[in-house]
T-cell receptor, first 112, second 114 residues
Framework: KQEVTQIPAALSVPEGENLVLNCSFTDSAIYNLQWFRQDPGKGLTSLLLIQSSQREQTSGRLNASLDKSSGRSTLYIAASQPGDSATYLCAVTFYNTDKLIFGTGTRLQVFP | DAGVIQSPRHEVTEMGQEVTLRCKPISGHDYLFWYRQTMMRGLELLIYFNNNVPIDDSGMPEDRFSAKMPNASFSTLKIQPSEPRDSAVYFC????????????FGPGTRLTVL
């Protein structure tokens, strides 16, 4: 069964820390992997998309890496800010399917 | 482009009533997805369309749920009759050439069935 897992489920850090969110998936045959942000009561905002041929993508203070062989991706957030507080979701499109399979998310709180 | 548009944003109804959720995808996108999000089960794909044709509805929970896409710019998700356990946030998303491009999500419809 194709599954996506995220660890930790929740994370609380002081402002200014660099942090890493983890995502793992059960099948290395993927089209792409996408990281989303969801604020409470809001929709999903796409942060980064990594194609299967890529190793990483960067946007501002965010950097996402992809290691297909080990079935892992990490989202690195540099110099965290209270405004980064949200739930971060990882989602994978596996080969032979058009479906985006979501992890359960990591709820991040950055306190001043 | 205005992004994916969903209506209504909030819906409160009584058990047994029919509920219709609406979605307008981003122009030019040929894939449309309906998701449901709950605390217990997270984000689940209900059904998706390619070029207005339903491709996979295996996530539709039961016959009370139905979805249509009469044209490239409009889709509906209908629940009839609604039940309290259908209470959730329903998201619509669209994409171009899925597998190569990211999905864009609408703001969601928060459904409460009393």
């Amino acid at each position: 069964k194709q599954e996506v897992t995220q660890i930790p489920a929740a994370l609380s850090v002081p402002e200014g820390e660099n942090l890493v969110l983890n995502c793992s998936f059960t099948d290395s045959a993927i089209y792409n992997l996408q990281w989303f942000r969801q604020d409470p009561g809001k929709g999903l905002t796409s942060l980064l998309l990594i194609q299967s041929s890529q190793r990483e993508q960067t946007s501002g203070r965010l950097n996402a890496s992809l290691d297909k062989s080990s079935g892992r991706s990490t989202l690195y957030i540099a110099a965290s800010q209270p405004g980064d507080s949200a739930t971060y979701l990882c989602a994978v499109t596996f080969y032979n399917t058009d479906k985006l399979i979501f992890g359960t998310g990591t709820r991040l709180q950055v306190f001043p | 482009d205005a992004g994916v548009i969903q209506s209504p944003r909030h819906e409160v109804t009584e058990m047994g009533q029919e509920v219709t959720l609406r979605c307008k995808p981003i122009s030019g996108h040929d894939y449309l997805f309906w998701y449901r999000q709950t605390m217990m089960r997270g984000l689940e794909l209900l059904i998706y369309f390619n070029n207005n044709v339903p491709i996979d509805d295996s996530g539709m929970p039961e016959d009370r749920f139905s979805a249509k896409m009469p044209n490239a710019s409009f889709s509906t998700l209908k629940i009839q009759p609604s039940e309290p356990r259908d209470s959730a946030v329903y998201f619509c998303a669209s994409s171009h050439k899925v597998g190569f491009n990211e999905q864009f999500f609408g703001p969601g419809t928060r459904l409460t069935v009393l």
